[in-house]
Structures are given as C-alpha cells and as structure tokens.
C-alpha cells in the first residue's frame, strides 16, 4: 500500500473515494465545505438531511459527484465535535478504512483538515491513518482462504496540512506493519510456530536489513550456559527450545541498547500441572510477547530509527511427556538462584528469568519484557490493560504516557516487598508460585529477582494480546504501538 500527502485541492484529487467527515449537528469542516461548494451543495444536503445522527460509525457513500475529479464521497459521521479526541479520531479511521477495503475503491483521500481542527494534531492524525489502514488490511490466509474481501486498497493519500506528514504516514504504516507480522505469528498455530520457526523468521528479518543480525541458542548452547531453568520447560516437549536475538545496530557502537525480551512459548498446555480443555487451543497465542518483539524490530529496522535494539525472545513449548519437569522439581537458573517448580503452568517466568540474566551481557539501558504471564492479568483487567510493573518510576512513567499517546494503555501494580515473601519455598531460593492472592504481582516479583543490574520494565499483555470471541478472535498485535512510541521517543543517540 502506498501513503502519499497531496497538496490538490480537494475536489480536483482523482481518487476514487474521499472520505468527508461529517459532525454530529450535519455541519461541515472547512475542507468538505469547499468540497461542497464545487460539488453544488449535494453532500451538505445529505448531511443536514436529519437521515443520519452521524455518530462515529454513521456513513452515507455519494456515487459520481458532478465537477468533482473523484469517484465517491464517503460522509462519515465524526460525533460531536466537543467529543473529539484521539480515541475517537482512531475509531473514525478503523471504521472508515475497513468500510473502503469492503468496496472497489483503490484510491481514496481521507480529508483529514477537520478532524485536526477539532481533536489530536496532523502528524499524529496521519500517522494514525497509515496504521489503521494497515491494521484494517490485514487479512489471515496462512491455512484458510479469507472470507473477506481481499483488500483492494493500493493508494490512500492525506491532505498537506502541515510538515513532516510523509514522514507520519511512514511511520505509521511501520507500525501497523509491525502489528500485523505480530498478529500473524500470533495466529499461526502451534504446529507451524514452533521455537524454530520464531529463530527462523527472526532470520528472515536479520537478512532482509544490512544492520540487523540474529543469534539462536540451541539447547546446547543454553546448557553449556546453564540456562536450566528456560531448558525445564521445552524438556517435555520434542520441539527444542531456542533462545534468540535480534540486534538493530542504527546508532554508535557506544550507544546502549533498548533490550526487549518476549516470552514466547509457542504452546502453552501447562505441562504436567495440565490446563483444563476449556479454550486451551488459545494457549497458541502464548507466544505474542516475542512476536511483539518480532513486529517492533521490523518496523524499528524499516524505519531505520537512531537507536540501538537488542529483540529477544525465549522460545519453547510447554508440554506433558516423560522426561517433562514435574512439580517439587529444582532447577538452578543460568544466575545461579534454585527455583522449586510447583507448577509447571507458570513456565513463563522459568524461561524469562534465563533471557533476562543473558540480558546483562548486552549492558542495555533499559529492559522491557513483554510476556503473556498471567491469567490473574486478565481477571483484574479483562482485554484493555498492558499491565506493568517493574523496578525503575522513571522509565515505567515514560512508558504510561507512551500508553496514552499511543492509544495502547498500560497500568501500573505495585511491586512492593511485601510480596516477595509469597515465593518463599523450604527447599530452593524461590518458589515458581506465589499463591493464590496477587498473582500478576507475585510473576512480577519472580522476575524481579533477576532485573537488580538493571533498569527494567515488565509488560504482562495476557489480556491485550487476542481477542477470544467469534469473528474478532485473533491476535491483537499489542503492544506494539506502545512500544514504537516509546523508540521513536527516544532521544538521537547518534
Ligand atoms: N500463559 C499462561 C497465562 C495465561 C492464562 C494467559 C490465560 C492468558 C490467558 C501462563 O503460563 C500461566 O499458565 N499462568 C498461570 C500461573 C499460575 C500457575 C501461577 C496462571 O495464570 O494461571
Ligand atoms: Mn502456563
Ligand atoms: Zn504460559
């Protein structure tokens, strides 16, 4: 798909829709009123017609308007002005640019000008246009043909309303790039996206960018590192575990390195402590932390940011089998901490705390793990939190508002001491569970005991990630955006 910023005045584009906002009273923004003006006033008439409430979502599609070089006009409800801000304005984009892919409509304008005037500025506006449409775009057809319309979206163009808008749509289309590589690999299903098939499409990534490079650890070179802990958890498992890494060379070599580290746990049954049946199928998503991580390393890399990036992803299936661990099992972590599994389901962490000790090596200025840890993540969240804890205010406060700008929120629990004693065990250093009260909190502390040498943030995404229900069930492709924010945020470290 193409993102262009036209200076054209809006009823000379040759598009084949423009998508007009429309406010709630039936009243028009300076761009559809010019617009209006050259038409001879049918797409006021239809506005202030009383047919339409023109809530965000309300839409009326005018065919071949006279003196007017586009195809359509798409009037499309924006609320009420008042009401206007950035979560509205994505609702509008999402909803207009899945309306325009349902339809023959390669090239369409969306005039944007009206929508600043009332609500977030014009970067954000088409940088958000650029990642809706992607986002809207996608469509999965790895083992189904698609039963929707295939996208017949080439072209989307946004007026020029101010500087640095090419670069907006640049960046915006990465992002939601970056989403949709994400939500594929989320979807793929447990006997396609296998640890080995993260290593290898990480290797795909690496070879398609001159200053991106991998490094997979086998299980060999895991126990030589004595990563017993990550190793625990593929041990039931005949798919062997790989822990990878991504490096993103785009600033000085002195520069330190953003280290993201997903879990990714390609099937999640629990292992012996089994799950229940009960939409167990969706434990295949139990890798969208690395695939997150995936998905913002290619789009860090096709954007070629200023920064230094190290991608990890811990990669295993949890899996029942005669050489599986089992609960009352010890195992000693590459830091050299014993840990009693006695539970085998909460494997996140086991292979999290290895990465995040390989972590130091890289001397990063600060770590983000993103995992779908928890199910008390979901019970206290349900789908709309990226739920945070970690050890440093600074950088999880960035990261808040990161959430905000980004529409991709996270909220904070407390990491207090108090609960670390939950992981006492009388036979090891820690304990794999803390109980039953608090649980996100207690993963979070786990994890905690191998982030002291550094700044460090946890993303527990166990609710963002996928949609479970009917039509929507698929992965998400958060947090993504929330992540992205927070790179291109960061100062030059040229
Ligand atoms: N992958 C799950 C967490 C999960 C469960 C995410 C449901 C989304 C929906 C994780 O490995 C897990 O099983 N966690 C356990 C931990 C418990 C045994 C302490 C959980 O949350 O039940
Ligand atoms: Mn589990
Ligand atoms: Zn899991």
Known sequence: ???????????????????????????????????????????????????????????????????????????????????????????????????????????????????????PDAQWLAARLAQEVEVAAYRYRATKASTKREAVLEGVSAPALADGLEQALRQGQAIGKGMNRARELGNLPGNICTPEYLASHAGELADASDNLSVEVLDEEQMRELKMDSL??????????????????????????????????????????????????????????GAASVLGTVAAVAELQLPINLVGMVAAAENMPGGKATKPGDIVTSMSGKTIEILNTDAEGRLVLCDALTYAERFKPACVIDIATLTGAAVAAFGNHANVMLGNDQALMDRLLQCGLDSLDRAWQLPLWDEYQKQLDSNFADMANIGGKLAGTITAACFL?????????????????????EGARKGATGRPVPLLMEFLLSLPNKD
């Open 1 to 119: 798909m193409q993102f262009s910023v036209t200076p054209e005045s809006i009823a000379e584009i040759p598009a084949d829709c423009l998508v007009i906002p429309v406010w709630k009273d039936g009243g028009l923004g300076k761009e559809a009123s010019a617009l209006d003006a050259a038409v001879s006033g049918a797409p006021g008439r239809i506005a202030a017609s009383g047919d339409y409430l023109w809530d965000i979502g309300d839409t009326h599609l005018l065919h071949g308007p006279e003196d007017c070089a586009a195809g359509r006009i798409l009037l499309a409800g924006a609320g009420a002005p008042d009401d206007f801000g950035a979560t509205e304005a994505a609702k509008f984009l999402a909803g207009n640019a899945r309306i325009v892919l349902a339809r023959n409509m390669p090239q369409v304008h969306f005039a944007l000008a009206d929508l600043e005037a009332n609500g």
């Open 231 to 288: 190793l625990s958890v593929a041990a039931g498992s005949v798919e062997e575990a790989r822990l990878i890494m991504l490096h993103f060379k785009g600033a000085a070599d002195e520069g330190k390195p953003v280290v993201l580290v997903g879990k990714g746990i390609t099937f999640d049954t629990g292992g012996i402590s089994l799950k229940p049946g009960l939409a167990m199928d969706e434990m295949k998503f139990d890798m969208c």
């Open 448 to 468: 905690s005991r191998y982030t002291e040498n550094f700044s460090w943030a946890h993303l527990d995404i166990a609710g963002s990630a996928w949609h479970s």
